[in-house]
């Protein structure tokens, strides 16, 4: 069965960086392309990022361009996403997705970043 468990979340300050962690099983990881998709309190989901299965290439939403990483090990079936330069409005459960399709088929349960001074 697929499963994914997001971990890395935590407080932390304004300016300040973050590494989340997805670790993945149930099939076979490297064939997936993988998301990273958020929520903010009282907020509607947000995509964040994607890094492709087949040549790694990655994409990102503007709110989050330029400070944030999207990576992979397939020797450790884990996605990563490296959160630098926080803002307050990063604050969010993080969720990490398997693509399928036009979307997403499975959903880790999120961890929880909060930026705040």
């Known amino acids: 069965q697929v499963h994914l468990v997001e971990s890395g979340g935590g407080l932390v300050q304004p300016g300040g960086s973050l590494r989340l962690s997805c670790a993945a099983s149930g099939f076979s990881f490297s064939a997936y392309s993988m998301h990273w998709v958020r929520q903010a309190p009282g907020k509607g989901l947000e995509w964040v990022s994607v890094i492709r299965s087949g040549d790694g290439a990655t994409y990102y939403a503007d709110s989050v361009k330029g400070r944030f990483t999207i990576s992979r090990d397939n020797a450790k079936n884990t996605v990563y996403l490296q959160m630098n330069s926080l803002k307050p409005e990063d604050t969010a459960v993080y969720y990490c997705?398997?693509?399928?399709?036009?979307?997403?088929?499975?959903w880790g349960n999120g961890t929880l970043v909060t930026v705040s001074s």
């Open positions: 997705a398997r693509h399928y399709g036009t979307g997403m088929d499975y």
